[in-house]
């Protein structure tokens, strides 16, 4: 077997693993749905959304998204009938920006600054009353009411110091004060339960929200009843209550049922977090290029590749990127010579060597992109079909579809991602239940989402606040 055969094995997914992974996914929900208190970490984070929207809506509310790379402020113009217009504000945080690991306060000011550049930029009024924002927070958080948190570890390489622990809307609360903004904010949200929220606006029978991004996670509706962590609230619901639930997925899996390969493991050694995320660190866009870069350097090492030559793009870690991966895999179609033209631009070989990458170097690279980037389908594709699994009514009637709103770069841009996913999906389901299954792009989940969820509890802040 060559190297590059051995390591694309090592990439592999049997059906046994994506039956343990399925498995193994689904212990965690139950595990997760029974466990009262988050401490650090938690999974399976209750929403407190439980109503959604009919479609018929209307008036403006803001939405703020904050991701992994970054920020959007949108004021959400609801028009009825599932119609509706979004003005926004997009800034980025690079990796290096030093708000990711500063204090609390410029962090929030910033945030509050591009809110009040929105307000400004298109003439919202909040003389007479404050406008309702629904903050959508892609990361971990401990929820106790729609609007109420506790900010859990972040991640993507945000090291705010200081911000486990602390409240999510009263951070946002005092800056809005410091800066006098007049906004307040009704609804905390994580990104997946947006984007099934908002994807439920156009089609209500849309039962997961999936983000295959930056990073991934998913949502999905739990009878009340089945979540024991919300034992004393459970009378507050109807016996056949639904609610949304951020499964936090990213954080699930071990050594006990997750494939962790050789470049896994280095690649989470290496990690300023190790140990978390794991098997989001297997698929997500963040980690794509890493994993290719970690495993061509192998190949170079052994000679296989550049014929033994690192190029200046591989020396540092992280500097080999998903939408590189997604370059090369997308020129599949284009002549050989232009290829590889385009490959030899994208690499820098050090003076005097200047070392021209050949055939079998654009093959091979290609190849490794494949295997990585389906890998990290297939682990998609593991996560949707223990959601399914894990909502046993929509096996129920054979002629409805199962809807599944998706969000991210990973997912919308990746060349044949949907394909790749319903692939893994039909290898597991089969033809029948996979006819079935719609992977849809719910575009702005998280900022339409997160204003509808602010418009649905709107309300009750008001209530609140008496
Ligand atoms: C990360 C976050 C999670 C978020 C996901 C998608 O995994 O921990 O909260 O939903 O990224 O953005």
Redesign the pocket.
């Known amino acids: 077997m060559s190297s590059l055969d051995a390591i694309k094995s090592s990439f592999n997914l049997t059906k046994d693993q994506f039956q343990a992974i399925v498995n193994g996914f689904k212990q965690e929900y139950e595990q997760g749905l029974n466990t009262a208190e988050a401490k650090g970490l938690a999974t399976m984070i209750p929403s407190y959304v439980t109503r959604l929207p009919t479609g018929q809506e209307k008036g403006t509310f803001l939405a703020l998204d904050i ?2 790379s970054t920020l959007r402020v949108c004021a959400v113009e609801l028009l009825g009938q599932g119609q509706v217009k979004v003005n926004e504000v997009k800034r980025s945080i690079p990796m290096t920006d030093p708000l990711r690991t500063g204090e609390i306060e410029p962090f929030f000011d910033w945030m509050v600054d591009t809110v009040d550049l929105l307000l400004k930029e298109y003439h919202l009024d909040t003389t007479t009353s404050s406008l309702s924002m629904g903050v959508s927070w ?3 958080i401990d929820q106790t009411s729609v609007s109420d948190g506790k900010i859990l570890r972040m ?2 390489g945000f090291d705010l110091k200081g911000i486990e622990g602390q409240d999510l809307k009263t951070l946002f609360m005092e800056a809005f004060q410091r800066k006098n903004v007049k906004v307040k904010v009704t609804a905390l949200i ?3 339960v947006g984007v099934l929220v908002a994807h439920a606006y156009n089609d209500p029978k849309a039962r997961i929200g999936f ?1 295959y ?5 998913a949502a999905y509706p739990e009878k009340v009843s089945k979540m024991v962590k919300l034992n004393k609230d459970h009378s507050l619901y109807q016996d056949d209550a639904e609610m949304l639930v ?1 499964t ?1 997925i ?2 699930f899996g071990s050594d006990a049922y997750l494939p962790l390969n050789r470049f896994d493991r280095l690649l989470d050694a290496n990690h300023n977090q190790p140990e978390f ?1 794991l098997y ?1 660190k297997m698929m997500s866009g963040a980690y794509l290029g890493e994993l290719v870069r970690l495993a061509a350097l192998e190949l170079v090492k052994e000679k296989y590749l550049f014929d033994g030559h690192i190029p200046l793009e591989f020396k540092d870690m992280y500097s080999f990127e998903s939408s590189q991966l997604s370059d090369l895999e997308s020129r599949s179609a284009d002549a050989l010579e232009v290829r590889l033209q385009h490959f030899a631009s994208m690499f820098t070989f050090d003076t005097p060597i200047h070392y021209q990458p050949t055939e079998k170097d654009l093959t091979t690279m290609t190849e490794l992109c494949r295997s990585v980037a389906t890998r990290g389908a297939k682990l998609a594709g593991a996560a949707l079909a223990s959601l399914i699994e894990q909502q046993y009514d929509l096996f129920q009637d054979p002629k409805e579809p199962i809807v599944i709103g998706i969000n991210g770069s990973t997912f919308e841009l990746y060349p044949q991602m949907p394909d790749r996913i319903l692939t893994s999906l039909s290898d597991w389901f089969g033809p029948e239940i996979t006819d079935r299954i719609r992977l849809e792009v719910a575009r702005d989940g998280a900022g339409i989402g997160g204003a509808l969820i602010a418009m649905l509890y709107a309300h009750d802040e008001e209530d609140d606040d008496l």
Do not use: A, H, V
């Open positions: 991701g992994g892609s990361f971990p991640g993507k994580n990104d997946t983000i991004g930056t990073g991934t996670n951020n936090e990213d954080i995320q989001e």
